[in-house]
C-alpha cells in the first residue's frame, strides 16, 4: 500500500494532545482534508489503534495553523476534533487547550520571528472569529519549553504561556446568555446556559442527586445520568442558537458544586458524552463567568460558600456606586486540580460585558517529523 508523508508536529497544548498541521500542507478541499484526518488519526476505531490519535476525545485533535493576511494577528488557528469512535471531524468548536500549540509552532515554523527573550504571537482563532494573544518564551530566539510553571492535569512543571483573550463573549452562539436568560429549566432541571468562549450548561449537581466530586469514570458508567444529561444537551442546543446537536460535540455540560478544595467552585465537565479529567479552557472561563452573574446557576450553588469577590458586588445592584472593575481570579475545580481564570467585567445598567479573560497554560512540542497517510483516504475524500 502507497503511504503518503505530511509534515506535521505532534504537540501537548495544556492538557490536550494532537498534530498539528501548516494548512499548507493538508488538502484544500474539505471532504479530502477529513478523510486524511480520519487516517492519520486512526479514526474510525475507539482506540484508534492504526493512527496517530489516543483513543480519547482530549487527544484526538488537530490544529491548523496559518499565517493571517488581518491587521491585528499574526496567524490564523483552526481547531478539528476528530471523533475516535466515529468517522467525523468537527470545526464546531474551539479549543483552548491546543490553543496554547499554536504559538510555540507558529514560531517553530518560521511564521513569526521570535523575539528576546518572550514573543506575544497573536492568533485568530478561526472556530468563533475571535483574537486570542500567547506570550511565548524565546530566549536567544529559541522557543524554550522548559519552566516552572505547573498546570493541574499535566505532571511537571514547564514554561509559562499566559493566553489572554479580547471578547469571546457570544463568539459561537451570538450572545453571553444565548437564551436571553440567566437561569431556564430545561426538561425540569434548572440551567445557565453560557457561552463565553465555550457554550456550556451549567447545571447544580445536587440537581441530578449528585455530590459533585464524582469521578469522571462514575459519571460515565451511571447510564440514567448520562441520559439524562444528554436529554438536556439536545433540548438547550436550538435555545442556544446552535440547531440541533445531536451529532455535535457543544455544549459541554457543566454540573457544579461547592468549592471542595478552597476554589470557587467544583466542577464535572462531559464534553458532552465523556467526562473531562480537567475542564476545558473556554469551558472553564465560560463557568467562571457563570460564577460573576447574579441569578445563575453557579452562584445559586455558591450562595453561603465563598463566592468570589465579583459576584458579591455585582448582587449589591444593579447600580453599584462605583462602577467595579469586577477583575478577579477564579479559581475552578476539576477531577484533576484546578483551573484559574483571571476575568474583568464591566456593569452597566443591570448588563455585564465581559472586558477581558485571561489564563495560563504550558505546550510542548512532543515530535516533529512526517504522518504516514495511505492514498485510499484521498479517494475516500473524494466520495465523501
Ligand atoms: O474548552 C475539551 C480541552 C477541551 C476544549 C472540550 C478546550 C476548551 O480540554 O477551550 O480546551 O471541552 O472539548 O482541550
Redesign the pocket.
Known amino acids: 500500500m502507497r503511504q503518503v508523508a505530511i509534515s506535521c508536529s505532534a504537540m501537548r497544548?495544556?492538557?490536550?494532545k494532537g498534530l498539528v498541521f501548516l494548512a499548507d500542507d493538508l488538502p484544500d478541499d474539505r471532504a479530502t482534508r477529513d478523510a486524511v484526518l480520519l487516517a492519520a488519526m486512526g479514526s474510525p476505531d475507539e482506540r484508534e489503534i492504526d493512527g496517530m490519535g489516543g483513543s480519547h476525545?482530549?487527544t484526538s485533535?488537530v490544529a491548523v495553523v496559518s499565517p493571517s493576511a488581518r491587521d491585528d494577528a499574526d496567524v490564523e488557528y483552526l481547531?478539528l476534533?476528530v471523533w475516535p469512535d466515529r468517522a467525523e471531524v468537527s470545526d464546531g468548536?474551539?479549543?483552548?487547550?491546543?490553543?496554547a500549540a499554536v504559538g510555540p509552532f507558529a514560531i517553530e515554523q518560521g511564521l513569526v520571528p521570535a523575539a528576546d527573550p518572550l514573543t506575544p504571537v497573536r492568533i485568530w482563532m478561526r472556530n468563533t472569529q475571535t483574537l486570542a494573544t500567547a506570550s511565548v518564551q524565546t530566549p536567544g530566539g529559541l522557543v524554550r519549553y522548559d519552566g516552572s510553571a505547573r498546570i493541574d492535569g499535566v505532571p511537571g512543571t514547564h514554561a509559562p504561556i499566559p493566553i489572554e483573550f479580547a471578547d469571546v463573549a457570544g463568539s459561537s452562539c451570538g450572545a453571553l446568555l444565548p437564551t436571553g436568560s440567566v437561569s431556564d429549566v430545561i426538561e425540569g432541571t434548572r440551567v445557565t446556559c453560557i457561552d463565553n468562549?465555550?457554550p456550556v450548561v451549567c447545571i447544580a449537581a445536587a440537581d441530578l442527586g449528585l455530590t459533585g466530586q464524582e469521578s469522571p469514570a462514575e459519571l460515565e458508567a451511571d447510564a440514567e445520568l448520562t441520559r439524562r444529561v444528554e436529554a438536556i444537551r439536545l433540548a438547550a442546543g436550538p435555545l442556544m442558537n446552535l440547531g440541533d446537536v445531536t451529532d455535535k460535540?457543544?455544549p459541554?455540560m457543566s454540573l457544579l458544586s461547592p468549592p471542595a478544595h478552597g476554589g470557587a467552585i467544583s466542577t464535572r465537565?462531559f464534553?458532552?458524552h465523556r467526562v473531562?479529567e480537567?475542564?476545558?479552557?473556554?469551558?472553564?472561563?465560560?463557568v467562571a463567568t457563570a460564577c460573576m452573574l447574579p441569578g445563575s446557576v453557579a452562584t445559586t450553588v455558591l450562595r453561603g460558600v465563598n463566592a468570589p469577590e465579583p459576584a458579591a458586588v455585582l448582587a449589591r445592584g444593579d447600580d453599584p456606586p462605583e462602577p467595579p472593575d469586577g477583575s478577579a481570579d477564579i479559581e475552578v475545580e476539576h477531577p484533576t486540580g484546578f483551573f484559574t481564570v483571571t476575568l474583568a467585567v464591566e456593569v452597566s445598567a443591570g448588563t455585564i460585558t465581559v472586558s477581558r479573560s485571561a489564563l495560563l497554560r504550558t505546550a510542548r512540542l512532543l515530535m516533529r517529523g512526517e504522518v504516514m497517510v495511505p492514498s485510499a483516504a484521498w479517494s475516500q475524500g473524494a466520495s465523501r
Do not use: R
Open positions: 497544548g495544556g492538557t490536550s476525545p482530549l485533535k481547531f476534533q468548536q474551539n479549543c483552548g487547550n491546543m490553543l468562549g465555550m460535540t457543544v459541554k465537565t464534553i458532552p473531562h480537567a475542564i476545558g479552557v473556554f469551558g472553564a472561563v465560560s
